[in-house]
């Protein structure tokens, strides 16, 4: 009999954007955005992303790690905010093994120089999982891409 394991973490992540609250939150409700700081990342390919960005809705992305394995990312909108909030629960898996579940909180506060971003996520790593450290970091690249993706919206906005 194979033994089972599950290990619950939860973390906190905060960033400042030089956007609004609602250019932020935007960057989250924009599919064309999101897939592009979310899952459009160094050395993945993307197999699929799919975006219904409602409560109740559901997001799903398929990606290919550079080493050819397929991970899948299941996301149900638990609670949205317009400009405000986003709560969310989310699985990964791989082909073989679910990895994890978790359930996430973005928080969209205005600053007087743009936004604050609050990220808090609890989470339960099951066997074979990526685990907290792993996690944490993932979600610290993925809040720099966004951060990157504001950027970008900004310049194009300039020209």
Not at 30 to 59: H, L, N, Q, S, Y
Not at 83 to 93: F, H, S
Request: glycine share 6%.
């Amino acid at each position: 009999m194979n033994e089972r394991s599950v290990s619950h973490n939860t973390f906190t992540i905060e960033r400042s954007y030089p956007t609004s609250p609602q250019r932020t939150f935007a960057a989250f409700s924009d599919p064309v955005k999101k897939r592009r700081w979310f899952a459009e990342g160094e050395g993945f390919d993307i197999d699929a992303f799919e975006m219904d960005f409602r409560i109740g809705g559901t997001e799903r992305v398929t990606f290919r790690a550079p080493n050819g394995a397929v991970y899948v990312n299941h996301t149900v909108y638990q609670d949205i905010v317009q400009d405000q909030r986003i709560v969310l629960a989310y699985t990964m898996g791989s082909a073989e093994h679910r990895i994890s579940a978790s359930l996430s909180t973005f928080e969209f506060l205005p600053t007087g120089k743009g936004a604050k971003l609050i990220f808090t996520e609890q989470a339960a790593f099951f066997e074979h999982a990526d685990g907290p450290k792993m996690r944490e970091e993932g979600w610290s690249k993925l809040l720099d891409q966004l951060g990157a993706e504001l950027a970008r919206t900004i310049r194009s906005e300039r020209t």
